[in-house]
């Protein structure tokens, strides 16, 4: 009796081992299945979402670009080796160029786009999106600062050219540096010579 009761209990465990053992193998395979599927749907909607920010992208920058310039109807896109610029533009009809370019500020980049008429003159000046510090920082976008630009040669200026956002230094100098960026581009566009770099008298702003 005893010797069949070991029987038994051998044969239940060994079918219990190769019950939890197909089961065990198949909820793996159904993971690794369902992986795989999860993996290859991404790829597909990056290849599907790709183009549509790609294209948003590029009409967020058209719409810019008209905005600093609206007389104008099209753009040629020009090289640049300015560091900051990300975009030199030159209007049609030789109505001027608008260059967009960006400098470290507090917490982001700050990207501002410039526009420069035939004359070489600031013609227009768009504070663009940025993360620095809300109230602050951010406020280097308003027309209360980049008006200020409006109207100067396109020569480098220093801090001491312009009215800083009051407890937002930093990001002042960034949207200045971004500036004086654009307006090296369009020099070197315009086959003007390099200006020597502007010196500040300011001491120890942050």
Not at 138 to 149: A, G, R
Request: net charge negative; glycine share 6%.
């Amino acid at each position: 009796m005893y010797f069949f009761f070991c029987v038994c209990f051998c044969f239940f465990l060994l079918c219990f081992f190769f019950f939890f053992k197909q089961k065990t193998a198949y909820e793996i395979s159904a993971c690794l299945v369902g992986s795989e599927m999860c993996i290859r749907d991404r790829g597909s909607v990056d290849n599907l979402t790709l183009p549509t920010i790609t294209a948003n992208r590029e009409a967020r920058a058209w719409a810019t670009y008209n905005a600093l310039i609206p007389e104008a109807t099209d753009f040629e896109a020009l090289s640049c080796d300015v560091p900051g610029v990300t975009a030199l533009m030159e209007a049609d009809d030789d109505l001027g160029y608008a260059v967009i370019a960006q400098s470290k500020g507090y917490s982001s980049q700050v990207p501002m786009a410039v526009a420069f008429d035939d004359e070489g003159t600031i013609a227009n000046v768009i504070g663009m999106d940025n993360t620095e510090t809300p109230g602050l920082g951010t406020k280097v976008q308003l027309p209360d600062f980049t008006d200020q630009f409006l109207g100067r040669a396109a020569e480098p200026l220093t801090i001491d050219d312009i009215d800083a956002v009051t407890g937002a230094t930093i990001s002042s100098k960034a949207a200045l540096a971004a500036v004086n960026e654009a307006i090296e581009a369009y020099r070197s566009a315009a086959g003007e010579a390099p200006a020597a770099a502007a010196t500040s008298t300011e001491k120890g702003a942050a």
